[in-house]
């Protein structure tokens, strides 16, 4: 069951920019230890994308998006942003946002390391 709400998703040309969000109606954030981002293309598993550690603010992303994406969460806010700018077709997608009890620094992007998960929000770059 879907406890995380992302929205903000949609057409975009390549080279533009998106902003998604994804709320917790019933869950606390700040009291989970591990947010992400991932997404998943057609016929593709799967992938992280970003990752936030909620107690120190470290970050870490795929080398596919770093530099072009930034997650973040502001205190006592119970969302999740994901900044995309510089948008290619090969970042089309439905993107999932996941929040956990733990966090991985070096598993950050196994999706099994999550124990909540939204539904996802569609992403489509144009050429």
């Known amino acids: 069951q879907a406890q995380l709400v992302e929205s903000g998703g949609g057409l975009v040309q390549s080279g533009g920019s998106l902003r998604l969000s994804c709320t917790a109606p019933?869950?606390?954030?700040?009291?989970?230890?591990?947010v992400a981002w991932f997404r998943q293309a057609p016929g593709k598993e799967r992938e992280g994308v970003a990752g936030?550690?909620?107690?120190?603010?470290?970050?870490s992303y795929a080398d596919s998006v770093k530099d072009r994406f930034t997650i973040s969460k502001e205190k006592d806010k119970n969302t999740v942003y994901l900044q995309m700018n510089g948008l290619k077709p090969e970042d089309t997608g439905i993107y999932y946002c996941?929040?956990?009890?733990?966090?991985?620094?070096?598993?950050?992007?196994?999706?099994?390391?999550?124990?909540?998960w939204g539904r996802g929000t569609q992403v489509t770059v144009s050429s």
């Open positions: 996941a929040a956990g009890n733990a966090w991985w620094a070096s598993a950050w992007s196994q999706a099994g390391r999550y124990d909540y």
């Open positions: 019933g869950l606390h954030l700040d009291y989970l230890y591990a």
């Open positions: 936030l550690s909620v107690a120190d603010g470290r970050s």
